[in-house]
């Protein structure tokens, strides 16, 4: 039997883990041919890889054991160009290109690079390139960053707004006991609620390959952010014959079911984060055009009131005043005025810069009305 939730997927996010890259070139090879056969059917995917201080210790003949932060910071300077390498060396057979996006904990929890963030990978991927996403351990200290990439995997799926996270790494499933410890454990293949049972089933880290800082802990709880999303989440192992491809099967890996629907867990986010002094007035055509599920365009925005920044969320009024829709606004109060009643093509000259056509995009808004009462 197959699984629905894989196949319907439209956007992936597949996060490698340091055992994989470690493995060698075959397991990444056998990673991206998945991913080319994902892409040729009109699937979006994004790459969150670790490896990138594993492959720095290596050529920096740093010891074995625990590094301090100033030398894993060394050690993913030094090895970060070798995993975009890696990546773009398994990729160009198919024709694909990758590019290298790098994060830290500040951009995921500050709106305004939030959106800069989201802006940038949502280009990449319309362009067809494959992001390949990493912690910039350079610059992230112990105090301000995500510590594994199992968490950095769940924020980019909140980013892209997956419909499926997949943790690759060395395991091939959640477990009702550690494997490596008993023989006996059986693998979990569906998970329907992640409640304490699941939980108490989370290990360590690889203490026997000695690399990563992960473990099934850290992916349930990846599980857990990515499925108040609207996310569901694929836990499998990476070495596996086609490790991608094979989760349309039941019995491959384990299957973490969202605990909300994508549109759900968005439009409660937007909803509970309206600035009580930000609005936007529009006409009745940009109103109609919201109502039916577009993006508001500033040509149909009449007035600006209050003050609200970049990344705000903010209420939309209708001619007659009535609030018909609430959403994240992509300009602040300022250059919104600038811009209201505008064409995209006369931004430039306004602000002296030019950004998203969208005053709010269609995925950020909720709308309050049906629109009856629009004239």
Known sequence: ????????????????GSSLLQAGEPVVAAIAGDIHVLKSRGVRVVVVSSGAVALGRARLNLPAGGLSLEQKQAAAAAGQPRLLDLWDRAFAPHGMISAQTLLTLGVTENRRSWLNARATLATLLDLGVVPIVNE???IATDELRFGDND?????VAQLVAADLLV???????????????????RPIHDIPVIDDRIHTMAGGANQVAGVGTGGMRTKILAAELAGGSGCATAIARGTDTNP??????IDHGSWFHPAASAANARERWISGAVSPNGAVRIDSGAARALIAGNSLLPVGVQTVEGQFSRGDTIRILGPDGTVVACGVSAYSADDARRIAGCRSEEFESRLGYRRAAALVHADDVVTMTGGENIP
């Open 167 to 185: 943790l690759l790494s060395d395991v091939t499933a959640l477990h009702d006991a550690d494997p490596r410890a008993s023989s006996a454990a």
């Open 244 to 249: 991608l491809l094979s989760l349309t099967r």
């Open 136 to 138: 910039n351990d350079t």
């Open 1 to 16: 039997m197959t699984r629905p939730g894989f196949e319907a997927a439209r956007c992936i996010v597949v996060k490698a």
């Open 151 to 155: 968490r950095l995997a769940a924020r």
